[in-house]
């Protein structure tokens, strides 16, 4: 059987990718043993895994847990600082919202590591605290972060909803990066802060299908081939040409379908241009191809 210092190694040999999560198993440990992986773990968290802080428990009595964590909270790289943050939260330290708030602003985290500081700065400050961190960023990424913390934070996420009406189609607006979705979208955000969908009109929708040719034209974006099919657009509503409008955005911006880039140009025309245009400096040649394209059939001469 391997040694509790043999253990402690190989879990911190571990890809952090494959190996989320550090797990020990210390009961028959002794206190030395116990002293001897903490040094180990701290050595490892200082060295910027940020697993180790979640794992401190099994080897630390909580005085001394209590002062690692403080310790990594102020000192580590900033995705241990926040793992500590978290597991400070869950032994109840107060005054945590501020640094939290300060590590969410500080530009040095990216992807889930960013979306987790979001969530426990609203679990720690509120929601209204995050809206003024809204209203004062002009990182798009970390605007579409602090709003998935304010959708989460505020329970809207448990509100029964379809993607294509009502309080699902405002959250795929909120999701898309651009002034032209997001302004308006935001604002009623804000009114939904500190009160509930009820409260503004929104009915709790259970098992409703999409429509007929509004599922046409999403299937095309997804699966069609050649020119995408425009005759689609003839067959919707004017609430379904909204739904359809939104759903090829976030096709776009959220999903890489280069396929949407066309359906946004028709469906949205000059006022949506700001997507294609964000579209069109993207990483991915297909979706900036898609949009330039699309872009240059909103500047075509319009024939009479």
């Not at 679990?123 to 209203?135: P, Y």
């Not at 651009?178 to 804000?190: G, T």
């Not at 007929?212 to 689609?232: E, H, N, S």
Request: with cysteine; hydrophobic share 50%.
């Amino acid at each position: 059987m391997a040694s509790p210092r043999e253990q402690v190694d190989v879990m911190l040999a571990s890809n952090p990718r494959v190996q989320e999560h550090l797990e020990l198993f210390t009961e028959a440990w002794t206190a030395a043993d116990k002293s001897a992986a903490a040094s180990r773990l701290l050595d490892a968290a200082h060295a910027g895994d940020a697993r180790v802080p979640h794992v401190l428990w099994t080897v630390l009595e909580a005085a001394a847990l209590q002062d690692a964590l403080e310790v990594l909270f102020t000192t580590a790289s900033s995705p241990v600082r926040l793992a500590a943050a978290e597991v400070l939260s869950e032994r109840g330290l107060g005054g945590l919202a501020e640094p939290v708030i300060g590590l969410v602003q500080s530009g040095t985290l990216r992807g889930h590591v960013l979306g987790r500081a979001c969530r426990l700065a609203a679990t720690l400050a509120g929601s209204v605290r995050l809206v003024d961190l809204v209203e004062s960023t002009h990182d798009e990424v970390l605007k579409t972060a602090l709003i998935d913390a304010i959708w989460h934070v505020e329970g809207l996420e448990h509100f029964p909803t379809v993607w294509f009406q009502g309080l699902g189609l405002l959250r795929r607006a909120l999701s898309i990066p651009a002034p032209s979705f997001r302004d308006e979208a935001w604002l009623e955000l804000k009114r939904l802060v500190g009160s509930s969908p009820d409260s503004r009109g929104y009915v709790p929708i259970q098992g409703a299908s999409v429509p007929g040719p509004l599922q046409a034209l999403i299937m095309d974006i997804f699966r069609g081939v050649g020119a995408p099919d425009l005759r689609l657009i003839d067959a919707l509503d004017d609430d379904r040409r909204d739904a359809a409008l939104v759903g090829a955005a976030y096709s776009l911006m959220r999903q890489g379908k280069a396929r949407a880039a066309r359906y946004v140009a028709e469906l949205g025309g000059e006022a949506h241009r700001d997507v294609l245009e964000l579209a069109a400096a993207a990483a991915d040649a297909r979706i900036a191809e898609a949009a330039n394209a699309a872009l240059a059939h909103l500047d075509a001469p319009v024939s009479v």
